[in-house]
């Protein structure tokens, strides 16, 4: 039973243009969410939040938005460098003390 | 050293073997999580420890022992692993446990022959 779904497993995208990472959740107690990025043989790095009060947060070329009518998130990277190439993770949590769940992640190759 | 660091980096070992996997946290810190990431899969949460206490188990095998000695450090005690339990294992830190950024330290890559 995965909480967290992000169903492109991979998504390939031409350096310059946006790149559109979705991740969709079941739980309608999560109201925090993060996206994280990884390089292969590193650990996940944080790369920005939501809190369920917004619907949308930015952060330099990054952008997260939030439908929770939908159950559904966002993440946007305008524009894409060949640097954003990795695994990138969406994450979600209920208020409380219940730890973050994660998605399996979605694989972005920026070309050049 | 600053954020989350993890030793060591890489680790092979026999399903006789005993090794310890070892995380320190230098952001102040008050819970400390384990992970493991197995190819095509989740993140799987193993263990969490929040002011030094275990507050979530999940349902890992007894052949995984965590210790907590004070906020800063984490220790995974392993002993009669088997060959699927090779993966990358990831040590995470956070202020408190809940809804609070993690952050993860560069994993133990562990290959158990």
């Known amino acids: 039973d995965q909480q967290v779904k992000q169903n492109s497993p991979s998504l390939s995208v031409q350096e310059g243009r946006i790149s559109i990472l979705n991740c969709d959740y079941t739980n309608s107690m999560f109201d925090y969410f993060l996206w994280y990025k990884k390089y292969p043989a590193e650990g996940p790095t944080f790369l920005i939040s939501?809190?369920?009060?917004?619907d949308k947060n930015e952060d330099g070329r990054f952008t997260v938005f939030l439908n929770k009518s939908a159950k559904h998130l966002s993440l946007h990277i305008v524009p894409s460098q060949p640097g954003d190439s990795a695994v990138y993770f969406c994450a979600a949590s209920p208020s409380g003390n219940t730890p973050l769940v994660f998605g399996k992640g979605t694989r972005l190759s920026v070309i050049a | 050293e600053t954020g989350v660091t993890q030793t060591p980096r890489h680790l092979v070992m026999g399903m006789t073997n005993k090794k310890s996997l070892k995380c320190e946290q230098h952001l102040g810190h008050n819970a400390m999580y384990w992970y493991k990431q197995s190819a095509k899969k989740p993140l799987e949460l193993m263990f969490v420890y929040n002011f030094k206490e275990q507050t979530e188990n999940n349902s890992v095998p007894s052949r995984f022992s965590p210790e907590c000695p004070n906020s800063s450090h984490l220790f995974l005690h392993l002993h009669t692993l088997q060959p699927e339990d090779s993966a990358l294992y990831l040590c995470a830190s956070s202020q408190v446990q809940g809804p609070d950024t993690q952050y993860f330290g560069p994993g133990t890559r562990l290959t158990v022959l």
């Open positions: 939501i809190s369920s009060i917004k």
